[in-house]
């Protein structure tokens, strides 16, 4: 005997249209095959739920199992045909119905009004009641890495139903921004429209670059020498490397600006943000340390004075 298909999403046959794609996309999250690799018994419950959802999950369809019109795999069931007096007939004839909406024509009435309350269009006259309404958005997130959201690629990814659709991931794309593809969703009903596919994007941080706004930061760090002697330093950018110019006493934390090095967006073109960071050799010699001894005793100062007398 097949398995019931709210059983298979666990919700009740009263629950909403909306409480059914909730646990479908729970569901889902656990079980798809790319979280899951090499896990068979995973990927067979994966193509349960998502059968089961490509019924439930349409409002026509779901209508038809709940009245037992199609089997759990949206196969046609052998339908029980009525026979019944004819009323007027003179040789006590009977004829055949299928239980349409001929024999209880207010139904169809009813639920004529209701499609035309939602949006839908209906058609025909009494018993001919049909009507079409736009598919339903499917909503899906997709994480990238920040230099692809900074320079724009195309990427493919696969849907819960096995599919798999060709993303453009547009240059300057933002974490949380959604991007809309049209058509993409869910199929339409009768002449509907499908619906569109939302693809929220999720920028992964980068090991070395930061974004704020339109700018990149980065922190490169300098040796003594160059802090005090200044001098010329390899900076690594999200368009390759370049040289940046170190002025004599520079201090940790002191910013270069790279003009136009940034992230361009319609709105311009940003700036790359250098952080110096003044790092000692990871051993002192004795040439450091004597000449730091030496230096200390004819030119002392205190780089924490100010900071006394701001506390």
């Known amino acids: 005997m097949a398995e019931d298909l709210y059983s298979v999403l666990g919700v009740p046959k009263t629950a909403s249209a909306?409480?059914?794609?909730?646990?479908?996309?729970?569901?889902?999250?656990k079980l798809h095959p790319d979280?899951?690799?090499?896990?068979k018994a995973a990927g067979e419950k994966f193509k349960k739920i998502t059968a089961a959802y490509d019924i439930l999950g349409d409002a026509e369809k779901r209508g038809r199992y709940d009245r037992g019109e199609i089997d759990a795999s949206g196969q046609e069931?052998?339908?029980?045909?009525?026979?019944r007096e004819y009323a007027g007939g003179q040789d006590g004839a009977r004829y055949r119905s299928t239980a349409g909406f001929e024999?209880?024509?207010?139904f169809s009435d009813l639920f004529g009004d209701l499609f035309g309350e939602?949006?839908?269009t209906r058609e025909g006259g009494r018993g001919g009641a049909r009507f079409s309404m736009r598919g339903p958005d499917a909503q899906y997130r997709l994480e990238v890495d920040l230099l692809n959201a900074v320079n724009g690629t195309k990427t493919r990814i696969t849907l819960p139903d096995g599919g798999t659709l060709?993303?453009?991931i547009p240059a300057g794309v933002t974490d949380g921004q959604v991007l809309r593809l049209k058509g993409k969703g869910g199929p339409g009903i009768g002449e509907g429209e499908p619906g569109d596919a939302l693809i929220e994007i999720s920028v992964r941080p980068h090991p070395v670059f930061k974004r704020e706004g339109d700018d990149i930061i980065v922190e490169v760090p300098i040796t003594f020498d160059e802090a005090v002697l200044g001098g010329k330093v390899e900076v690594p950018t999200i368009g390759g490397r370049v040289f940046a110019t170190v002025p004599p006493g520079s201090n940790t934390g002191q910013t270069l600006r790279l003009k136009g090095r940034?992230?361009?967006t319609k709105s311009g073109t940003g700036d790359q943000l250098v952080k110096l960071s003044v790092v000692l050799p990871e051993r002192i010699d004795d040439d450091l340390k004597g000449f730091a001894e030496t230096w200390r005793e004819a030119h002392r100062y205190d780089p924490r004075r100010k900071l006394r007398e701001r506390a």
Not at 18 to 29: F, H
Not at 77 to 83: E, F, N, S, T, W
Request: hydrophobic share 25%; glycine share 16%; charged share 25%.
């Open 35 to 39: 979280l899951n690799p090499g896990d």
């Open 18 to 29: 909306g409480d059914i794609t909730k646990a479908y996309r729970k569901l889902a999250k």
């Open 262 to 264: 940034g992230i361009t």
């Open 118 to 120: 939602r949006g839908g």
């Open 77 to 83: 069931r052998p339908q029980q045909h009525y026979y």
């Open 103 to 106: 024999d209880i024509g207010a």
């Open 166 to 168: 060709d993303v453009a």
